[in-house]
């Protein structure tokens, strides 16, 4: 029998001579399903171990593409979380993100279904989310230009908004607290975490699900990549090398899909119940470059200063990072300008520094990629082990950093860093500690 959740007597912020009172926030739950890994462990295991979960697209016949390969989740059952009748009305992504969830709540010794109405306003949602239901909208204009009206669903309009990831959930699990999508691009689900950290630290909530869910893998979306040549093009044949990041032959990144989910919650609410400490989330910070609605600014002057952003507000020196996870897209500007970001925050520790790319084994999951990087090093600050950068082969000379080529690390990290940019020139930074384990 699970434990009851308790909510806080009194959420408001208390103020000491004058200063806010910060409440402590703590990763408490985590829920994966991935390209290489469903479920958390799996995850973990083929993340630490350089094993990716890139292919040819199943989902349907890519042979007029460029880019024909994906991050695709494999042998993942929808039917196993929503009827048929539901599945017809909803997007990918909300199965997707219904069965992390799952997963993240049992991990945190949540037994939603036993929670009277009271616990029920306690608990939220703030999802990331670049792209939202796009396989059911493609679906619905499919409908449309092909006659086919009268097959139409009647909740066109609900479900092809953003916002009804978030709706789903909180309608699925039935909580009734804040049920927002934060949708900035690429950023999208690391902003979602920093957003839900601020809420319960300055006590407007006390436990939130969050994280992020992209299944952005349509005809649509990789016919629009494919012509911004933005996708890999070279690797249809051997999909495992195509997402190369910082490598001399990258030629574009892989898209990717799946859902990272966490569940945040006050420190001592956590505690109470003997939920796992997975990590605290200690500072979150955001720029924009305010350069080009899709070109990054070569500088790195703006990721570099979200960076130093997070560090600040956690109250932490750049010292004190023991492990970078990067955004690192296999594109040859985002992974030159991170690298120059990175030497401009961290100086010259930077070559000292282990930081990598998952996207090397998931390919890039849009909107959710921050909360996968985190999920990452979270697992490895537990495990001891840092993940690696795969098919790192031939080293760009711009980009020189210790980028974990190929092979997980073994190292203790007690503070590590999560990077991501975002097309808009959005820039965002979240900073964890690694969890006691309880």
């Known amino acids: 029998m699970m434990a009851r ?43 630490r171990s350089g094993i990716s979960g890139i292919d040819t697209i199943s989902l349907f016949d890519p042979s007029s593409l460029s880019c024909q390969i994906a991050g695709q989740v494999k042998n993942f059952r929808p039917e196993n979380y929503l009827p048929p009748k539901e599945l017809k009305r909803v ?107 601020n809420l319960i630290r300055f006590g407007l909530a006390d436990h939130l699900i969050t994280g992020g869910v ?57 505690l109470s119940r003997h939920a796992p400490i997975y990590a605290e989330v200690l500072g979150y910070g955001s720029t924009c470059d305010a350069y080009h609605a899709v070109r990054l600014d070569p500088s790195g002057e703006e990721p570099a200063r979200a960076m130093a952003l997070a560090l600040q507000d956690a ?28 030497k401009l925050c961290f100086g010259q520790r930077v070559y000292d520094l282990p930081m990598s790319s998952v996207k090397s084994m998931i390919g890039h999951p849009q909107g959710a990629s921050g909360a996968a990087g985190i999920t990452a090093a979270i697992l490895g600050m537990k495990d001891n082990v840092l993940p690696p950068t795969i098919n790192y082969d031939e080293p760009d000379p711009e980009c020189d950093l210790n980028y974990i080529p190929n092979r997980g690390l073994e190292r203790d990290v007690q503070i590590a860093l999560c990077n991501c940019i975002s097309f808009g020139s959005k820039n965002s930074a979240l ?6 384990g309880r």
């Open 91 to 197: 997007g990918r992504a909300v199965s997707l993100a219904i069965a992390a969830t799952k997963e993240a709540l049992q991990s945190a010794h949540v037994d939603a279904p036993a929670m009277s109405l009271e616990e029920r306003r306690g608990w939220g949602v703030i999802l990331g989310s670049g792209g939202g239901t796009p396989d059911f909208i493609e679906q619905q204009y499919r409908l449309y230009f092909t006659d086919q009206v009268r097959k139409a669903s009647a909740y066109n309009i609900s479900s092809s908004t953003i916002g009804a990831l978030s709706s789903e959930l909180s309608l699925y699990f039935d909580l009734k607290g804040p049920s927002h999508v934060i949708s900035t691009g690429c950023g999208s689900s690391t902003d979602a975490i920093g957003y839900a950290f």
């Open 431 to 436: 900073v964890v500690a690694r969890g006691n």
């Open 214 to 270: 992209d299944a952005t893998i349509t005809p649509g979306i990789m016919l629009g990549f494919s012509i911004m040549k933005a996708v890999s093009s070279s690797h249809n044949l051997d999909p495992q090398r195509a997402s190369r990041p910082f490598d001399r032959l990258r030629d574009g990144f892989v898209l990717g899909e799946g859902a990272w989910i966490l569940v945040l919650e006050e420190r001592e609410q956590a």
């Open 315 to 342: 109250g932490l020196a750049k010292d004190d990072v023991g492990y970078v996870a990067l955004h690192g897209t296999s594109t040859l500007l985002n992974d030159r300008t991170e690298t120059q970001a990175m």
């Open 5 to 47: 959740i308790k909510l806080c007597p009194d959420p408001s912020v208390k103020m000491n001579n004058g200063k806010v009172s910060r409440r402590r926030v703590v990763v408490s739950g985590i829920g994966v399903i991935s390209p290489n890994g469903i479920g958390v462990e799996a995850f973990w295991q083929a993340t």
